[in-house]
């Protein structure tokens, strides 16, 4: 059986109907390319031919009562493809706020636990903005975050795409099978005995952890600390609400930023990010004296053989979001970039996961009772989760649609109500930001920064 592990079932212990703790996307495609044209059956039709090739899609959550430790993956043999997808229109003008106000709604709504968790919306009625015969069409895709990370989230969407848009559906791949109540149980059980065992490995690699830390932090060359942020408005309580908002840049103009200055492209999007941020809260008289820092998750699968579909690590970074000068600002964040990769990389890459690991189910529960009871909740650990993912880099087809933007979206949490992740995708950098509108009441103004911040830095290259 494919048991949770300690990081993947925390997050199913983490959400509440404040927190759902999805990740998705917002796929656009052009169904001029759809061979014979496009129909929602037809497209149903090509998502069930694929359905065998996709094993994260058919698996659901299963339990025992008795069940000490984590629950299991176990395939849905009753899987139901009309369950999962779903068809909607967007109202008129049908543009692209229409659109992301309507995936907005659907981003505040958490899975169903009681069958395969995600979902896939196909939103119709959007506004004809180019010249292809078919129109534009959009999909939304929701994941639980139990069972995809970033990177895992990211080749799914690989396998739900084509170089070309008449290919055949790919193999079938075999799932994670059954498992009865009482094995799930005996196996927890054996867990849970074995599980102090963990903290053979977990000890020596904190302490180790905590002297690197030390140390970096009197050279001057640790990472930006977490609780060293200054509150912000995206730094309080969620609601259930969620806002969405999108920009799309040109890969090849970040990348002349960034060679140009001898960067990578990760600071280039760091810098656009604090720039944007920087605007938005200047504009309304809220920009702290104190920079701004950020949290961004890191895959630490290829250097990982724990079990889990969830290989995280991260690095605080900060945005220097107190100095004026877009260049100066790309240039400091390049630098603080580089003693945060150094830095987390220096540290154990499993450390995050082999701590999860360590607690129990019961644990897990006591310590989100505490958390909710303490003023750590009300202190910024940090202001914005930035994630940047690299995307497939040519032209891809779904079911026939070619993809024209792909835009990822995180999850937030209370105290840490801003997600930017960033994706490129066949020659375009794709952003994607939510938040919580009682936090921020126009992220499209945030979204709408983008450009002229690459702009400015164009115009110094």
């Known amino acids: 059986m494919e048991r949770l592990s300690g990081l993947d079932a925390g997050l199913l212990y983490s959400e509440s109907s404040a927190v759902p703790l999805h990740v998705c996307s917002i796929v656009e495609l052009d169904t001029s390319t759809v061979p014979g044209g496009y129909t929602f059956e037809r497209f149903s039709s090509e998502l069930a031919a694929r359905m065998s090739a996709l094993p994260e899609l058919r698996a659901k959550l299963a339990d025992s009562q008795l069940n000490l430790d984590h629950p299991v993956w176990v395939e849905d043999r009753a899987f ?96 994670p099978g059954d498992a009865a109540p009482w094995a799930i149980a005996a196996d927890g059980l054996l867990r849970f005995l074995t599980r102090p065992w963990q903290l053979t490995r977990v000890i020596p690699e904190a302490t180790s ?74 504009d309304r008289a809220e920009l702290p004296d104190s920079p701004l820092i950020a949290v961004v998750p890191a895959s630490v699968r290829d250097k990982s053989d724990r079990p889990g579909r969830n290989q995280l690590s991260g690095m605080f970074c900060n945005l220097h979001t107190d100095v004026d000068d877009p260049l100066e600002r790309l240039l400091a964040i390049a630098e603080s970039n580089s003693h945060a990769k150094e830095h987390s990389s220096s540290l154990g890459p499993t450390l995050l996961v082999d701590l999860a690991e360590i607690i129990s189910r019961g644990a897990f529960g006591w310590l989100l009772k505490l958390m909710s009871r303490t003023p750590l909740t009300h202190t910024a650990i940090h202001n914005a989760v930035i994630s940047n993912v690299a995307g497939p880099p040519g032209t891809l087809y779904t079911c026939g649609a070619e993809v024209t933007a792909l835009y990822p979206l995180g999850p937030i949490f209370h105290g840490s109500g801003l997600n930017i992740t960033v994706m490129s995708q066949g020659g375009k950098m794709n952003v994607g930001i939510i938040s919580c509108p009682q936090l921020v009441d126009d992220l499209w103004d945030v979204a709408n920064r983008f450009e002229p911040e690459l702009k400015a830095l164009l115009d110094r290259s």
């Open 209 to 282: 952890t905590i002297v690197k830390t030390v140390n970096r932090a009197v050279s001057g060359t640790a990472m930006a600390a977490p609780f060293a942020a200054p509150t912000t408005r995206f730094n309080a309580e969620l609601t259930s609400e969620r806002n969405i908002a999108l920009a799309q840049l040109d890969l090849d103009d970040v990348k002349q930023v960034k060679n140009r200055f001898d960067v990578k492209v990760n600071d280039v999007v760091m810098a656009l990010c604090a720039g944007a941020l920087r605007g938005f809260l200047a």
């Open 80 to 175: 139901d493809l009309s369950r999962h997808l779903k068809r909607i229109s967007v109202p008129s003008p049908g543009g692209r706020r229409e659109l992301a106000d309507v995936c907005a709604h659907i981003a505040a709504v958490p899975l169903d636990r009681s069958k395969p968790l995600w979902e896939m919306w196909v939103i119709e009625g959007l506004a004809d903005t180019g010249p292809q015969d078919g129109g534009p069409l959009a999909l939304m895709l929701k994941l639980h975050h139990a069972a995809v990370d970033g990177v895992s989230a990211a080749n799914l969407l690989n396998q739900l795409c084509d170089p070309e848009p008449d290919a055949p559906p790919p193999d079938p791949v075999e799932g």
